[in-house]
Each structure stands twice: as C-alpha cells, then as structure tokens.
C-alpha cells in the first residue's frame, strides 16, 4: 500500500476550485436571500434525475438557471423569462410560498446539495449548515464543531474583530478570499499571509472560547487544541504528513489510529 501526498493540506477544498465558487468561500456576500438564490442558480448545474430510469443523468455544460429556463420552454413553447404563468425561475424557487412545479423544485433541491460553502443555508431541510471538517484526530475530533459553534455564538464579537482589522465587510472578504488558497496548501504555515496573522486567528479563537464559556456547559474546553495547534503553527495535515514522510504508511497508520483510553 503506498500513495504520495498532494500539494494541499486541503486537499478536497483545492481540488474543488475547478468547479467554480460552489466549494468554501462564496463569490460574494450576499444581502438577501433571493440575491444567494440567484448566484446558486448561476452555478454550473451537474446532473438531474432522470424519471423515467430512476438514474443520475449528466448534466454539466449548464447553469441550473438556464437548464430550467430550457426546460419551461419546452413544456410551452415561450420564453419561462417572460412568461406570466410562470414568472420568472428565479421568483419560483424563492421562499415566496409559491414553489415551482415538483420536478423543478426537486432538480433544484439536488443541485443545492452539490454546493458546498463552508456555511450554507438548505432549503430541503431549512437549516443552515457548517460543512464538516474531516478526518480530524480522534483526540480532537470535536474541536471542528466547538470552533463551529464559537463562530455562530460569537459572531458579533468577531464581526467586531474582523471589521476593526480590516475596515469593511469588502475589504475582509477580499482578504480572506486571497489568504483561502494558502491555507488550503500551506495550512498554519500561512500565518504570515494578511488574513491569517497568528495574533488575528488567536483573536477570533478568544471571542469563539467567550462564547461558548457564556453557554456555561464546558464545551470551552473542547477549544484547548485549536490553541495548540496555532501555537505550534501546525495543523493536523502537516503532522500527518510529516509522520508519514518518516515513518512511511506504517508510521502514518500508527499515527492515526483510534485509540479509546
């Protein structure tokens, strides 16, 4: 068994990015619900169910926008855009009360399966969720979700660090849209990238810890890791590379194993 290690400590987030802004960071912030609508509906769309087979049926050299304006079209011969009964594909799909028709909405409830932002509302189960971090160690495995739930906790008082630090909600998301393909290659390594300043991320991992101290049910400590990960300016990926580089799949299976003491 033997393998070589990619060029991220990411790997998935990297590779993803062929497929446009659907993986991690958005293109955008968004102001509202129908504005996030219509930029997840401007992404390519990749496959549909196909009724008759039962089966997933490529799509993939289309947005979903103009799939299901072609496929209005064809069920009445005009243009969905303009069409009265219809109305527009987009005012469809919104939570208007008025879903399009149940092959429509399905399509697109599988399609916003397949896009995957850090954090996503779902319309099929009206929840937002934060994508999961995998393959954490085991001694740490919930430290991904303490982090998670510090952020959604804390928000305003890292809203506060993060417009202090950077001047605007542009302005920080530009940066932090620049700093995202050195953390996914170099991880903890991309300390010295503007974005990523250690004293920043120590910062945030403060408000986040704040948080989840005033819930007053001990998931604070759940942060320790995070602390001495940054401390180290290492992440998981690097050590896991590291130990397999010197003590090949044997060491790195070692390594990783789950040990329940």
């Known amino acids: 068994m033997s393998g070589k290690p990619t060029p991220y400590h990411c790997?998935?987030?990297?590779l993803m990015h062929t497929l446009g802004s659907r993986h991690g960071m958005p293109s955008k912030p968004f102001d509202s619900v129908e504005e996030h609508l219509e930029a997840i509906m401007d992404e390519q769309y990749l496959w549909t169910k196909n009724d008759a087979t039962g089966m997933i049926d490529v799509v993939n050299d289309r947005t979903f926008s103009s799939w299901a304006e072609s496929?209005?079209?064809a069920e009445d011969g005009s243009s969905a855009m303009n069409n009265s009964k219809n109305k527009s594909i987009y005012s469809d799909i919104q939570i208007t009360g008025e879903m399009s028709p149940d092959y429509e909405y399905?399509?697109?409830l599988l399609h916003d399966h397949y896009v995957w932002h850090s954090a996503r509302p779902r319309s099929k189960q009206g929840t937002v969720e934060c994508r999961a971090a995998c393959q954490?160690?085991?001694?740490?495995?919930?430290s991904a979700a303490a982090l998670n739930l510090g952020i959604v906790e804390g928000y305003r008082e890292i809203w506060e660090l993060v417009l202090s630090k950077f001047g605007s909600r542009q302005a920080a998301w530009d940066a932090m849209d620049a700093a995202t393909p050195y953390a996914e290659r170099y991880g903890l390594?991309?300390?010295d990238i503007a974005g990523l300043e250690a004293d920043f991320l120590l910062d945030i991992l403060g408000a986040c810890e704040r948080a989840l101290e005033g819930r007053g049910r001990g998931e604070e400590i759940l942060m320790k890791p995070l602390y001495q990960r940054l401390?180290?300016?290492e992440n998981p990926?690097?050590?896991?590379?590291?130990v397999a580089n010197e003590g090949g799949m044997a060491g790195f299976l070692e390594h990783s194993e789950v040990r329940i003491d």
Not at 136 to 142: D, R, S
């Open 71 to 73: 496929k209005l079209m």
């Open 231 to 233: 401390e180290r300016g």
């Open 11 to 14: 790997s998935r987030q990297g």
């Open 189 to 191: 390594k991309s300390s």
């Open 106 to 108: 399905e399509a697109f």
């Open 136 to 142: 954490q160690p085991w001694n740490e495995h919930m």
């Open 237 to 242: 990926a690097a050590l896991a590379a590291s």
